[in-house]
């Protein structure tokens, strides 16, 4: 689920898409070929069709409805990838307003506050490039955010490592488990080496990204 032109592109119309000129993002090829990936709008379906992982990367506010079944999903034993960046330095040529743009800031506080995480911006460095080292990843991204730990208010179950400078947190909730990342402009392949471009697998931010998809405690015993 994503506000970002992942799918689709940038502007692109009705009649691109039903002419064929219009393809997906870098990042999102990528997916098709490594994995079984469908792009939703709604979560209601969640738990019957109990996908291995869900990937939320800058999505687009989410009804209540949709809060509460991916919570329910993760404690049931589900496995969530999150991006949400308080800072989208995303450009577009679409005009500001134009609901086909990219959310400039995550709106998922209400889920995170539930799991004892904020996320905020990281002050006055507004679109301001990082190059980061996530372990062994090293990838340029703008505007980051960072995760921060709330006093009170966790719900039971929940317990998160939030670590990475604040740039990456890991919780455990319940018996599923959720990685939330403060940034999403690391997916926009404009960022990456020019030569990892048309190679995708080559880009350490991808990397990056499937380690997270791919890391053992994301499948704990779950029936289907």
């Given at each position: 689920?994503?506000?970002?032109?992942?799918?689709?592109?940038?502007?692109?119309?009705?009649?691109?898409?039903?002419?064929?000129?219009?393809?997906?993002?870098?990042?999102?090829?990528?997916?098709?070929?490594?994995?079984?990936?469908?792009?939703?709008?709604?979560?209601?379906?969640?738990?019957?069709?109990?996908?291995?992982?869900?990937?939320?990367?800058?999505?687009?506010?989410?009804?209540?409805?949709?809060?509460?079944?991916?919570?329910?999903?993760?404690?049931?034993?589900?496995?969530?990838?999150?991006?949400?960046?308080?800072?989208?330095?995303?450009?577009?040529?679409?005009?500001?307003?134009?609901?086909?743009?990219?959310?400039?800031?995550?709106?998922?506080?209400?889920?995170?506050?539930?799991?004892?995480?904020?996320?905020?911006?990281?002050?006055?460095?507004?679109?301001?490039?990082?190059?980061?080292?996530?372990?062994?990843?090293?990838?340029?991204?703008?505007?980051?955010g960072k995760i921060e730990?709330?006093?009170?208010?966790?719900?039971?179950?929940?317990?998160?490592?939030?670590?990475?400078?604040?740039?990456?947190?890991?919780?455990?909730?319940?018996?599923?488990?959720?990685?939330?990342?403060?940034?999403?402009?690391?997916?926009?392949?404009?960022?990456?080496?020019?030569?990892?471009?048309?190679?995708?697998?080559?880009?350490?931010?991808?990397?990056?990204?499937?380690?997270?998809?791919?890391?053992?405690?994301?499948?704990?015993?779950?029936?289907?």
């Amino acid at each position: 689920m994503t506000s970002l032109p992942l799918v689709w592109g940038d502007s692109t119309s009705m009649e691109a898409i039903l002419s064929g000129e219009s393809e997906p993002a870098p990042i999102y090829r990528y997916w098709q070929k490594r994995y079984r990936i469908t792009a939703v709008d709604s979560l209601e379906n969640l738990a019957k069709e109990n996908p291995d992982t869900v990937i939320l990367a800058q999505p687009r506010a989410m009804d209540p409805a949709d809060l509460a079944d991916l919570d329910a999903w993760v404690r049931a034993g589900g496995a969530v990838v999150i991006l949400t960046d308080p800072d989208l330095a995303w450009p577009s040529v679409l005009p500001f307003g134009d609901p086909r743009r990219a959310l400039a800031t995550g709106l998922l506080s209400p889920l995170l506050r539930h799991w004892g995480l904020e996320l905020v911006a990281m002050g006055d460095q507004h679109g301001q490039a990082a190059n980061l080292q996530i372990g062994k990843y090293r990838f340029t991204s703008r505007g980051i955010g960072k995760i921060e730990p709330l006093a009170d208010g966790v719900s039971a179950g929940t317990q998160c490592d939030i670590g990475e400078a604040g740039f990456v947190a890991r919780c455990s909730v319940g018996k599923g488990h959720a990685t939330i990342v403060a940034d999403a402009d690391l997916l926009n392949a404009a960022l990456w080496p020019e030569e990892t471009r048309q190679s995708p697998g080559e880009s350490d931010a991808v990397r990056f990204v499937d380690s997270l998809v791919q890391q053992p405690n994301f499948h704990p015993s779950r029936k289907p």
